[in-house]
Each structure stands twice: as C-alpha cells, then as structure tokens.
C-alpha cells in the first residue's frame, strides 16, 4: 500500500528512501554510498515499492529539472537540512515526507508557470550590441556581463532565480555569488548553471561553446516537453566543467566534447582582437561578420574548410579578407553587398 505522507507520519522505511531519492537525485552516490543502497534494497521486499513512491515524485519534476526555479528549491532545503543537522536535531519527520510531496506541487506550479513568467515579470532586461561594438554590462547583483559584437542577451531576475539567454553571439559572465539563486544561462537547447564563477557562452551557426574561467558549472541538457517521458526517470546529470576546459556542442546532432582551452587567447576579443589557432575559415569568418559592415561568405565548402592561425584586428576584417587570399588559393569576390571568398580552382573550373 503506498504510505500517504498527508495524513501519517512515515515509517523508518519511509524516511530511509525518502532519504536516498533526495540523495540520488542531488549527486552521484559514491562507491561506499552505493554498496549502501543497494544493500538497503535488498534487506526488505518493501524497500524498493517505496523507492519507488519517492522516485515518482521527483519523475513529476523531470521536465524542470534544471530549472533555476527548481534548483533553488532544492539548494534551500538542502541548507535547511544541513543546518538542522550542524544543530543535532533532524527535520520533523512529518515536515519533511510532506516537502517531498510538496515538491511535485511546486514542479507543477513551475510548470504551468513557464508560459506566462516573462509577462507575469514585465518582460526580460534585454542587453544587446550592434555590428563591431563590444559593451560590459553590471547586473543588478554584482554580477558583470561582458558582450561581443553581435551579441544579445535577455536577463531576468527575481528572488529565486538568475535566468539569463544568449539569443546570439558571445558572452563572459563573472557570476556573483549567491548559492540560493543559481545563475544559468541558456543557448539552444543547453544550459550553463553556476552559483559563482567565470565563464563565456558563443553560438555559431552549428555549434554552442562554453569555456570555464574559475569556478564550477554544469552543462546541461533542457528536455524537450515533446520528448519528455515521465515513465523514464532523468539520469544524466549534465557535464560538469573545470577551469580551462571548453565544452562544444554541435546544435544539430547534440555530440558534445570537452577539450583542454588556451584561456589566454580565448578573452583576446574583449581587447578587440581575434586570435585563431587552427580554426576552419568558416567559423573564423562567423565571428569576423560580428565586425564586419560588408559581410563575408564562404562561396564554397573547400573554402571553408582551410584552417586559419593567427591574430587579427577585430575592427579591420578588410586586413582579414587579405590575409587568407594571401595564405591560401582563396579569391575574394565582392558584389551584392557582401564579400565572397571562393576557391581559386573552383574559379578556373568556372572559367
């Protein structure tokens, strides 16, 4: 029979899954925590029907998980149990079966929120620059957002949350902290969540890259409400960054790798230069454009595919477009507003 947390206090059994779903659901168990479970499992036929009550209610939050919403909920009560702890005394049982039931009250609320948040908060503060302009922006909690040209950014606050979304280009964001008001950041279909840190997010045409300055922060995956099962529990806890590591993300299969970032020459566009270190000329003219008055094309894919090294004036992608036709069998043609850098052999091929 499954225990009602409305109208009794649980049992010791109760309390025991209670407390291993919230301790799944925060961080991975260790080796020693997990030989500890898996014993708890098997020690009574009972045990797992009640895992899996609690495992149904945090199954109710999986489309929001990773909402800051939802993960300051969390972050308090896990500060009201460790204080309670420090104190030697444990929540009342009672209190604590009905927060977790209230927890998939609170999802649904969340939930049925989402939609009309942006109205109910009179719209987003939206932070943008134009072609070639570079701005720093202070937020209302000390934090300190820093734009590349062609960038835009939405931010909203409120007493729980630090939403933000990169709608284009790139960003650095030095986080002030407040543990209780996580800070994420949304670009495509991923999210960078962290407390306080430094880090940047860049979309390109087919690729979303997030490079950690200090600090820690997850990358995680936001669920489609299409795809969203409720029958599959959420299991993958997002990638976790360290310092000088670079996550890229391609926006069309969703493979993501970690590399090992120069830091050094990542922050060189906020001096306004762009530093290039075996980058394919299609990307490398991506982020010129931002600085361009006469935008660049690639004519060809050959063309794109050329790796660029190299530091360039952000402020003069005319000395850019010499460069690469100097360096590789790249002609410049320029008509219609733009200019095209096409193959040399495609061009006699045409001839």
């Keep these: 029979m499954s225990p009602d947390f409305d109208d009794q206090i649980p049992s010791a059994a109760e309390e025991q899954a209670a407390e291993w779903c919230w301790r799944i659901a925060d961080r991975a168990l260790t080796a020693t925590e997990q030989e500890a479970f898996d014993a708890w499992m098997q020690a009574d036929p009972d045990h797992p029907l009640l895992f899996d009550e609690m495992v149904t209610v945090w199954k109710g939050t999986d489309a929001i998980a990773e909402m800051p919403g939802f993960l300051s909920l969390r972050a308090k009560a896990l500060t ?3 204080t309670a702890r420090d104190a030697g005394a444990a929540p009342p049982v009672a209190r604590r079966a009905r927060w ?6 609170m999802a649904a609320a969340l939930l049925l929120a989402i939609g009309g948040f942006w109205s109910l908060a009179g719209g987003p503060d939206v932070y943008g620059t134009g072609i070639g302009e570079r701005r720093v922006v202070r937020l209302d909690d000390g934090s300190r957002l820093s734009l590349d040209a062609s960038t835009r950014v939405s931010v909203v606050y409120s007493d729980d949350r630090r939403a933000l979304v990169l709608e284009r280009g790139r960003a650095k964001f030095e986080v002030a902290k407040d543990p209780l008001r996580p800070f994420t950041v949304r670009a495509g279909r991923r999210a960078v969540v962290a407390t306080g840190t430094a880090f940047s997010v860049e979309l390109l045409h087919n690729q979303m890259r997030v490079l950690l ?5 997850a990358v995680v995956e936001q669920p489609s409400p299409r795809t969203t099962s409720r029958a599959t529990p959420r299991t993958d806890p997002g990638r976790q960054l360290v310092p000088g590591q670079e996550l890229v993300a391609n926006l069309s299969s969703g493979a993501t790798e970690v590399v090992q970032a120069e830091v050094g020459r990542s922050l060189a566009w906020e001096g306004g ?3 290039f270190v075996d980058e394919p000329l299609a990307s490398a003219v991506e982020r010129i454009n931002r600085y361009a008055d006469t935008p660049i094309v690639i004519g060809d894919a050959a063309a794109g595919r050329h790796l660029v090294n190299g530091v360039f ?3 003069d992608p005319g000395s850019f477009v010499t460069g690469v036709t100097s360096l590789f069998p790249l002609a410049a043609r320029r008509a219609d507003g733009q200019i095209m850098l096409v193959s040399t052999e495609s061009t006699r091929a045409e001839k």
């Excluded at 977790?100 to 009250?105: D, F, K, L, T, V």
């Design 80 to 82: 009201a149990m460790e």
């Design 100 to 105: 977790y039931r209230g927890i998939a009250a």
């Design 213 to 217: 300055y200090e600090g820690q922060v």
């Design 273 to 275: 230069r762009l530093d």
């Design 313 to 315: 004036d952000a402020g």
